[in-house]
């Protein structure tokens, strides 16, 4: 075969392809298409609508309405309530109905409707457009045969629709379902500044640090009842279970506020946004938590886990880091025990830690222990009073740590002194402040040269058998 027909050939196939692809492959996905929209009912997108009427489970009917445009549209509940409505729910139903699709039609339906549950007992969807009247939808029976519902557009007096009995069954919800059951509405990145009390005594008022250059996070302090870097880690986490803290049901109409613990709540939470001031006050009675948001006169029920996840410490605010070290540039570690007056130093080669005490071999996995325990260290408490170090057992420390680069330079220290039942003290070259440490870190740092000795160094190798040694006979004692 000559080089022309070869190619006259390979043209020919592409287009050959080309032509499969556009009109088989491509026509059949447009017919697919043409049929999903013809089976479609609601001939209108989401962003359309602007209210809704829909059946209650167990009776009743709801209404929602639609302010706002674009990222800013809210819906909320008209009646039987006046409550702000759950956006994700609402996004779901306004998704499945204008995705609802017919799965069958009965052309020349007879007049009594009764049969397909389309009579007296039928229920009703109402939904605004730009339109000034309603598109009305009737939920009737279901069908024998298959997982399927009767329904019927108003106007349509002689048409009935099957549609899935799953798609119809979210076109009747829960009251409780549709309501914003966020207790406090928030985003964590709005917050200027968080106040907790506890039982009317201020625990602590925090404050975001806007931050001073475009890349950077920003931070939070505490500024009462004293001022003091904030943890704002810990301050975020709090504020995130607060964002995330769900109601499990409603008490519209309450009796007497004490009857939920809000007379004198447990805890009263003040949470400032960008947009305004949100206050919270919290409860809980034989287990059950209540919360009252802006004074308002609903009660939400609740677990009493919200209560549970708010920090009631000071502490809990305050910035609480002992040490913080990049651990890949450790290169060496120093143990010294100023009471004992002995020092150890170790060096990271080729991945492992060795001595530099040629008679003293290390385990370099109880080395890398040591690191592991100070390179991002937190505080379990603060030394707030003027100490005595002797008292604390830093004057001298039962042990110093020297975290090294391999150009010598010290990236961080930490000195520890006698334990307590749980804590004992510490001080730490990041800082000029006194902390209390679990005293879990004497398992990783060695707090003496015994526990060092007990827990570092490798155990003496055996002593090979002499060969020339004297044997002796059989049948007696060496």
């Given at each position: 075969?000559?080089?022309?027909?070869?190619?006259?050939?390979?043209?020919?196939?592409?287009?050959?392809?080309?032509?499969?692809?556009?009109?088989?492959?491509?026509?059949?996905?447009?017919?697919?298409q043409?049929?999903t929209?013809?089976?479609?009912?609601?001939?209108?997108e989401?962003?359309?609508?602007?209210?809704?009427?829909?059946?209650?489970?167990g009776?009743?009917?709801?209404?929602?309405?639609?302010?706002?445009?674009?990222?800013?549209?809210?819906?909320?509940?008209?009646?039987?309530?006046?409550?702000?409505?759950?956006?994700?729910?609402?996004?779901?139903?306004?998704?499945?109905?204008?995705?609802?699709?017919?799965?069958?039609v009965?052309?020349?339906?007879?007049?009594?409707?009764?049969?397909?549950?389309?009579?007296?007992?039928?229920?009703?969807?109402?939904?605004?457009?730009?339109?000034?009247?309603?598109?009305?939808?009737?939920?009737?029976?279901?069908?024998?045969?298959?997982?399927?519902?009767?329904?019927?557009?108003?106007?349509?007096?002689?048409?009935?629709?099957?549609?899935?009995?799953?798609?119809?069954?979210a076109?009747?919800?829960?009251?409780?379902?549709?309501?914003?059951?966020?207790?406090v509405?928030?985003a964590?990145?709005?917050?200027?500044?968080?106040?907790?009390?506890?039982?009317?005594?201020?625990?602590?008022?925090?404050?975001?640090?806007?931050?001073?250059?475009?890349?950077?996070?920003?931070?939070?302090?505490?500024?009462?009842?004293?001022?003091?870097?904030?943890?704002?880690?810990?301050?975020?986490?709090?504020?995130?279970?607060?964002?995330l803290?769900?109601?499990?049901?409603?008490?519209?109409?309450?009796?007497?506020?004490?009857?939920?613990?809000?007379?004198a709540?447990?805890?009263?939470?003040?949470?400032?946004t960008?947009?305004?001031?949100?206050?919270?006050?919290?409860?809980?009675?034989?287990?059950?938590?209540?919360?009252?948001?802006?004074?308002?006169?609903?009660?939400?029920?609740?677990?009493?886990?919200?209560?549970?996840?708010?920090?009631?410490?000071l502490?809990?605010?305050?910035?609480?880091?002992?040490?913080?070290?990049?651990?890949?540039?450790?290169r060496?570690?120093?143990?010294?025990?100023?009471?004992?007056q002995?020092?150890?130093?170790?060096?990271?080669?080729?991945?492992?830690?060795?001595?530099?005490?040629?008679?003293?071999?290390?385990?370099?996995?109880?080395?890398?222990d040591?690191?592991?325990?100070?390179?991002?260290?937190?505080?379990?408490?603060?030394?707030?009073?003027?100490p005595?170090?002797?008292?604390?057992?830093?004057?001298?420390?039962?042990?110093?740590?020297?975290?090294?680069?391999?150009?010598?330079?010290?990236?961080?220290?930490?000195?520890?002194?006698?334990?307590?039942?749980e804590?004992?003290?510490?001080?730490?070259?990041?800082?000029?402040?006194?902390?209390?440490?679990?005293?879990?870190?004497?398992?990783?740092?060695?707090?003496?040269?015994?526990?060092?000795?007990?827990?570092?160094?490798?155990?003496?190798?055996?002593?090979?058998?002499?060969?020339?040694?004297?044997?002796?006979?059989?049948?007696?004692?060496?």
């Amino acid at each position: 075969m000559s080089f022309r027909a070869t190619i006259v050939l390979g043209v020919i196939a592409a287009g050959l392809g080309l032509y499969v692809y556009l009109v088989e492959v491509q026509g059949e996905r447009s017919r697919q298409q043409a049929e999903t929209e013809a089976k479609r009912l609601l001939s209108f997108e989401p962003e359309q609508i602007t209210a809704l009427e829909l059946p209650l489970e167990g009776g009743g009917s709801a209404k929602l309405v639609a302010t706002g445009q674009g990222d800013s549209r809210s819906w909320s509940l008209e009646t039987p309530v006046v409550f702000p409505a759950d956006p994700r729910v609402v996004s779901n139903l306004l998704s499945t109905l204008t995705r609802l699709e017919s799965e069958t039609v009965i052309e020349d339906a007879p007049a009594d409707l009764a049969p397909f549950g389309l009579g007296e007992g039928r229920r009703t969807v109402r939904i605004w457009t730009a339109d000034e009247e309603p598109t009305v939808l009737y939920l009737g029976g279901k069908v024998a045969v298959g997982y399927q519902l009767y329904l019927a557009r108003e106007g349509e007096s002689r048409r009935i629709y099957t549609v899935l009995r799953g798609q119809a069954a979210a076109l009747e919800p829960r009251l409780r379902d549709l309501r914003d059951k966020r207790l406090v509405r928030f985003a964590v990145d709005d917050v200027k500044s968080l106040q907790v009390r506890e039982y009317g005594s201020l625990v602590a008022t925090v404050e975001r640090i806007e931050p001073q250059a475009e890349a950077e996070d920003g931070g939070w302090r505490v500024i009462e009842p004293s001022e003091d870097r904030g943890d704002a880690e810990r301050i975020r986490r709090a504020l995130w279970d607060l964002a995330l803290a769900r109601a499990t049901g409603f008490i519209d109409q309450p009796g007497a506020l004490a009857e939920y613990g809000l007379d004198a709540p447990e805890l009263e939470l003040s949470i400032e946004t960008a947009s305004g001031t949100h206050k919270l006050q919290i409860s809980r009675v034989q287990d059950k938590g209540f919360a009252r948001v802006d004074d308002g006169e609903v009660i939400y029920q609740m677990s009493d886990r919200v209560l549970m996840n708010v920090p009631r410490s000071l502490f809990a605010y305050r910035y609480k880091q002992v040490l913080k070290l990049d651990a890949d540039s450790v290169r060496r570690i120093e143990l010294d025990f100023p009471r004992e007056q002995a020092s150890y130093a170790f060096v990271r080669e080729h991945g492992s830690w060795v001595s530099e005490d040629a008679e003293a071999p290390v385990k370099s996995l109880s080395v890398e222990d040591v690191l592991y325990a100070i390179e991002d260290l937190t505080a379990t408490g603060i030394e707030e009073s003027a100490p005595d170090l002797a008292a604390l057992g830093l004057d001298p420390p039962r042990v110093r740590v020297r975290a090294l680069s391999a150009a010598g330079t010290e990236l961080g220290g930490l000195e520890l002194g006698d334990p307590r039942e749980e804590d004992l003290a510490a001080r730490s070259s990041a800082n000029d402040r006194l902390w209390r440490v679990s005293n879990n870190i004497g398992i990783d740092v060695p707090l003496s040269v015994e526990a060092f000795e007990r827990n570092f160094l490798e155990p003496p190798a055996e002593t090979a058998a002499d060969p020339n040694a004297d044997t002796p006979p059989p049948g007696t004692m060496p």
